[in-house]
């Protein structure tokens, strides 16, 4: 559907990846804060550089919530890391939309770095409507 966007998210992805393990190693690979943090980065890269292309907010939003969401429709996660996953790529897209313009990956990461420091700990799904402004995480 859109060609344009999907070196955009290459790019989006692997920086995430790259990002993430550099500041966390792999425990971002478990469903800790350091898994917050990359799922909330990748779909903010994602709207990032899509916005770049097209210049439209909500557009940016839309493509990158379709991707980060077909990821976790074929993923093979349990329902409540599948909704931990679904709600920190919903944190990542909404601090894009109030930051779309933070144009270095320095603010960029200071930002998601404090959101990280505020991430919740949860053990059911009621608790991530609870938190709906916070990342959340299974375990430390």
Known sequence: MHPFYIIPTYRATQLAIHLAQARFGNE????????????ALWSFLIAQKVYK??????????????????????????????????HNNSIGLRLFEANYTTNTTD????????????????????????????????EN
Do not use: C, G, Y
Not at 109 to 138: C, G, H, S, Y
């Open 28 to 39: 971002h690979h478990l469903n800790t804060p350091a898994n917050a943090f990359r799922h």
């Open 53 to 86: 292309k097209n210049k439209n907010v909500s557009k940016a939003v839309n493509w990158a919530k379709t991707i980060t969401d077909l990821h976790e429709q074929i993923a093979p996660n349990k329902p409540l890391e599948k909704a931990m996953d679904l």
């Open 107 to 138: 603010q960029l990461l200071k930002l998601l770095n404090r959101e990280t420091d505020q991430a919740v700990k949860i053990t059911k799904a009621a608790d991530i409507e609870i938190n709906k402004n916070r990342l959340v995480f299974l």
